[in-house]
Structures are given as C-alpha cells and as structure tokens.
C-alpha cells in the first residue's frame, strides 16, 4: 500500500492514527507501542492459536522495545465466540492494571478488546492475524449478548499492524471470509448511488473513494487469496482495512454496507448456524451479495424512464397500513417486528415524498442505470468467485435453504432504515416479481 493512500486516510480517521502494513510489520509492533502510548505498561490479548502465529512475536517485539508487560491474557476456549461472557471476564482482568491492552487476533479478539477497553475508558492496539472482515478499522463491536449478537459503539484501535505473511498461513476459510466481505463493497456503492440521487443519503466521495480505489485488483485473483498468495492477501488485507477507515471517517458503516448486509443482519437475529457452528459474517454477506447483486441486475432490466410514478404513489400504503403490514410480515416474531417497525419508520415517507424520490430516480436514471451497470460485478462472476475463494456460493452452503431465503428476502424491506436498492424494488412494488424471477420456475434459486 502505498504512504499516500494510508496518509490520505489517516488523514480523515477519527481513532486510528497508525498503521503498519506489509511482510515482517509484526517485528514493529513495539516500535508503534512507544509511539503510541510512550511510558506505558502493555497487555497482550491473544487465545490459544493467536498467541501461537503471532502473539510470541509480539512478545518479543516489546521487550526489545524496552516496554513494560503485564503477563497475557489468553482466551483458553476452542470454540471462541464473540459473546458477553468474554467481555466480563477481560474486563475483570484489565480493571487491575494500567497496562495499554495489544489485541492479536482477528474478530473476536479485536471486537472483545476494542469493547473491554471502551469501557474503561482506555485506547487500545491492535495485531491482525487473518484478511478476514473490514470491522478490524471500523467503528464499534458486534458481540453477542442476552443470545442476541449486538453492534455496540466503541472507537476502533489507535494503531494497527497487519503482517501479511501471518494472514496468508490462517486457515484458508477466513481469508474467504474477509473475501466474501469485501466484494460486498461493489453492490454497497450501487446502493448508495440509488440513495444519493433519490435524496436519502448524499455520497461522500472521499469516503466512497477509500473504498472503491483499488477494490477491483483486490478482488482479482480469488483463487490466489486460497492459495495463500502473499501479495494478494495483502491486497485484501489492504482493501478491507481502507473500509473500515471510510467508516470511521463519516461515522458510518454506509461506505462498506447495503443490501448485502441486511441479510446478514437478519440471520444475526436468528442466530444462523450451519454444522454446529456460527457462520461467518463473511460466509452470511457473500451470500447477501449474491442477492444484491442479482436485485440490482433485475432493476436494471426495469423501464424506469418511463415510470408510471403516479400508479406507484396511488398504490403507496400510509404508515398506519405499512405497520400492519410489518406485524403480519413477522407475525410470531417479536424481535424482528420490533426491529422492523422501528427500521421502516426511519425511512418512511408519506405519498408526496414516494414521489419526490421515484421523480428523482426517473429524471437520473437514463445516466445512473449506465453507472450502476458499470459498478457491479455480473451476478454469474460474482459466484464463481465465491467459489474460487472457498466461500459459500449457494445459500445452503450455509444452512439456508431456498425456501428460507426467498422468505427472508421478504424481510429485507423493513430491516433496516438505510436506503438501499431493495427499496427501490421495494417501492416500485416489483418486490413479488423479483422473488418470481429468483425463485419461480427457472430461476437461480428455483424452488
């Protein structure tokens, strides 16, 4: 990565003021530590196999640098998990020292030590071991509490390290993981392109740029992000690291986040998990992606120059009929229709506003429909990257059958109050024709 791209986005960070990366970085990790946080004590936060690849190294790193250490805490369970129990007990232990806490993992270690040290008021570093999600640079955590996996808000690491040569030996689904998450970032741009014109949410092109730039050589060689290639799984490393500096630069996950994510998110409230194990954000965002994707080629199918915008106002529900609606969408499901009636109401629009916004998309879309054709990534290519990469490509790759993801795209309207383009869909009432195209007769997911 080049020092004016890491400059340029330091730059606009709000948390981060560091970040070494590149093959070896994790010799320096002392060097940032006095850097940082001169004249103090450091605590290393590692489990088992992180302390193994990369927590000795670090280890030695500050002893050479003359730092003081409190001894390591070290997360003993097997079958680690991002979860309220770990919070308390890190928390437990850090409440007893001073000492600066040295994150060396990858999800669970960072969201854990990123939360703990919110808490108690203290900054915190952070030594990547896998390319494996954009949350290591972003704002807040998402950690599982009361058996419901929460974001919680806390400042993201005040300096960072990722030694690629460490991220290209993790096992290969994490690197698949970080993959399948940051091809998520080419619908997301789509996203907030309809958002933009639409008059919901104006892009911020420094933050969109930090994302874009590069994205496509990132996610060019899949095969070779299995394989364990050092140069592209440092391209990886660096792309899902400048999203999560985007996010902290405006203070939203928008840059980085759309569609893609709401299926996610949903899953997150229904506790998916497949073979025993909860799946990945990666694992659950690939597949979202693949569903963005293809709602977005079917918009692109649409006649949207010629759009009957009055018939779309004349059959626009008033919020009284869209919460009835949303209690019968989630009947017997409270968290969901909580969530949905608050989400829905954040983007609701009375009819003359519907009108507003479809106006807008129809005088843009001649030059938008060209844009977002540009932007995306044919669904088709999307999926054989997937497969290239290791990550799931059909939604029972991770314990979703057909019939369960055609109910959840129902759901994706009312998740969530961001703008995204199954609003769009949402809003022109071609919701039950794209399902139709999806998983009717023929469809991709026929069932």
């Given at each position: 990565m080049s020092m004016t791209k890491v400059e340029r986005a330091l730059e606009r960070t709000t948390d981060t003021k560091d970040l070494l990366i590149g093959a070896g970085v994790v010799s320096r990790t002392g060097e940032m530590f006095t850097k940082l946080f001169p004249g103090c004590k450091a605590i290393i936060v590692a489990d088992l196999n992180t302390w193994e690849v990369a927590g000795k190294a670090v280890y030695a790193s500050l002893v050479e640098a003359g730092i003081e250490q409190d001894e390591p805490f070290i997360f003993t369970d097997?079958?680690?998990?991002?979860?309220?129990?770990?919070?308390?007990?890190?928390?437990?232990?850090?409440?007893?020292?001073?000492?600066?806490?040295?994150?060396?993992?990858?999800?669970?270690?960072?969201?854990?030590?990123?939360?703990?040290?919110?808490?108690?008021?203290?900054?915190?570093?952070?030594?990547?071991?896998?390319?494996?999600?954009?949350?290591?640079?972003?704002?807040?955590?998402?950690?599982?509490?009361?058996?419901?996996?929460?974001?919680?808000?806390?400042?993201?690491?005040?300096?960072?390290?990722?030694?690629?040569?460490?991220?290209?030996?993790?096992?290969?689904?994490?690197?698949?993981?970080?993959?399948?998450?940051?091809?998520?970032?080419?619908?997301?741009?789509?996203?907030?392109?309809?958002?933009?014109?639409?008059?919901?949410?104006?892009?911020?092109?420094?933050?969109?740029?930090?994302?874009?730039?590069?994205?496509?050589?990132?996610?060019?060689?899949?095969?070779?992000?299995?394989?364990?290639?050092?140069?592209?799984?440092?391209?990886?490393?660096?792309?899902?690291?400048?999203?999560?500096?985007?996010?902290?630069?405006?203070?939203?996950?928008?840059?980085?986040?759309?569609?893609?994510?709401?299926?996610?998110?949903?899953?997150?409230?229904?506790?998916?998990?497949?073979?025993?194990?909860?799946?990945?954000?990666?694992?659950?965002?690939?597949?979202?992606?693949?569903?963005?994707?293809?709602?977005?080629?079917?918009?692109?199918?649409?006649?949207?120059?010629?759009?009957?915008?009055?018939?779309?106002?004349?059959?626009?529900?008033?919020?009284?009929?869209?919460?009835?609606?949303?209690r019968a969408v989630f009947d017997g499901m409270p968290g969901h229709t909580a969530r949905g009636l608050k989400e829905t109401r954040g983007k609701y629009v009375d009819k003359e506003g519907l009108r507003a916004q479809l106006e807008a998309l129809k005088a843009a879309w001649p030059t938008l429909k060209t844009q977002i054709a540009e932007q995306i990534i044919p669904f088709a290519e999307v999926r054989e990257n997937l497969r290239l990469v290791g990550a799931p490509y059909e939604p029972e790759h991770i314990g979703v059958t057909r019939e369960r993801f055609r109910k959840t795209f129902s759901y994706i309207p009312y998740m969530r109050s961001r703008y995204t383009n199954i609003d769009v869909v949402y809003r022109l009432g071609l919701l039950p024709a794209l399902l139709e195209k999806l998983f009717g007769k023929g469809g991709v997911w026929e069932c």
């Open positions: 097997k079958e680690l998990y991002a979860e309220w129990k770990h919070v308390e007990a890190l928390k437990a232990r850090l409440e007893k020292t001073e000492a600066i806490a040295i994150a060396v993992g990858s999800g669970v270690m960072n969201d854990t030590t990123k939360y703990v040290s919110h808490l108690i008021s203290r900054k915190y570093m952070c030594v990547g071991t896998a390319a494996s999600m954009d949350g290591y640079t972003a704002y807040g955590s998402s950690i599982t509490k009361d058996g419901n996996k929460q974001t919680f808000d806390c400042p993201a690491p005040y300096g960072f390290v990722m030694d690629p040569v460490i991220a290209a030996a993790a096992p290969k689904e994490l690197a698949a993981s970080g993959y399948a998450d940051l091809i998520a970032k080419i619908p997301a741009a789509a996203d907030w392109m309809l958002a933009d014109v639409t008059g919901n949410e104006k892009i911020d092109e420094f933050a969109l740029g930090l994302v874009q730039d590069g994205l496509r050589e990132s996610l060019s060689a899949p095969a070779a992000v299995r394989e364990g290639d050092l140069k592209m799984t440092e391209l990886l490393s660096e792309g899902l690291l400048m999203s999560g500096f985007a996010m902290q630069a405006i203070q939203s996950s928008r840059p980085a986040s759309g569609t893609e994510h709401q299926f996610s998110h949903c899953w997150d409230m229904e506790d998916l998990c497949f073979e025993g194990k909860h799946v990945s954000h990666g694992f659950k965002v690939g597949i979202g992606t693949l569903a963005s994707t293809a709602s977005l080629e079917f918009l692109l199918e649409q006649d949207i120059e010629n759009l009957d915008v009055d018939a779309c106002v004349a059959a626009w529900k008033s919020w009284e009929e869209q919460e009835a609606e949303i």
